[in-house]
């Protein structure tokens, strides 16, 4: 958004990360009918066919659009020429999924795990499996907004971290569930959002995995949008084609910008991690 990138620039700011992990890619149960089990035998398959794979993301610019592709080259695919990948609200994913619009996905829960409930689909990779440590959900706000709001600013940031701690809990996680379930923003049924936040995790192979850093919302210093976690994401852009190699010095003065130019100071002590929810 700094850089303008199919999008008017504009000066945000991302002072705080959410969660690290928390995506997967999930593939037809037609393509697990045809003998697919692993990028390498999804190769195999695509040679026989006569028509283009569809896979979705939720952005071009997005950790999904790298994992997916990162994913399909560790098969011997090559993602601009042996597949179409589309992008998709992450809602839409299971329909066209199930409609056969799509050959598979990556998006975050619980819309693998919808369409492995609902037996259309299987969960070939976890973000987790891809890109440890990757960071997923930010913060992200106006340079402005902060610059003019720098208490409120900071003091949200104290909440999401005290927020991120109690979801961190193993023993927080039902309740989690529990309130994204009453929260009307899932058609998913608790069960379902159990599945990653909770475990174990149904791939839709007759296997189950743990899902103890599927998600990752306070561990590993996981809210701390640091510079290591900005190289990563630059170096996505790059290899991807999302950027030129020309354009790496602009790119990381704006991710510097983005990540370090709030005059928010970062919440350094470590949040308490409450055993029951707060009102």
């Known amino acids: 958004m700094r850089m303008g990138l199919s999008t008017p620039p ?99 829960e619980p819309w693998n795990s919808e369409a492995v409930a609902r037996g259309i689909g299987w969960i070939a990779a976890t973000s987790e499996q891809l890109a440890p440590g990757h960071a997923e959900k930010v913060l992200l706000t106006t340079e402005a907004f902060i ?49 990653s936040l909770v475990g174990p995790l149904d791939l839709g192979t007759g296997q189950s995995m743990d899902v103890s850093s599927f998600h990752v919302f306070h561990r590993r210093d996981a809210n701390a949008p640091t510079s290591e976690r900005g190289r990563w994401l630059l170096d996505e852009f790059i290899a991807n084609g999302l950027l030129l190699p020309a354009q790496r010095a602009a790119a990381t003065e704006a991710l510097h ?10 919440p350094q002590a470590p949040a308490a991690a409450p055993s029951k929810r707060k009102t």
């Open 10 to 108: 504009c000066r945000v700011v991302a002072p705080f990360v959410f969660n690290l992990h928390g995506n997967a890619i999930t593939l037809s149960r037609d393509l697990w009918n045809r003998g697919v089990r692993d990028a390498a035998s999804l190769k195999k398959l695509i040679r026989s066919m006569s028509r283009l794979l569809t896979f979705g993301v939720v952005s071009r610019y997005s950790s999904h659009y790298f994992l997916l592709r990162k994913w399909l080259t560790s098969g011997g695919i090559d993602p601009n020429k042996d597949v179409r990948i589309v992008v998709l609200p992450p809602t839409q994913m299971s329909g066209n999924l199930s409609a056969g619009l799509i050959d598979g996905c990556c998006v975050g």
């Open 147 to 195: 610059e003019r709001h720098p208490d409120e600013s900071a003091a949200i940031i104290v909440a999401l971290k005290d927020a991120c701690a109690f979801c961190e809990e193993k023993g927080n996680r039902p309740e989690v569930a529990r309130i994204l379930a009453a929260s009307g923003y899932f058609s998913s049924c608790e069960e379902i959002l159990r599945r």
């Open 257 to 266: 910008q983005c990540w370090t130019s709030s005059a928010i100071p970062f």
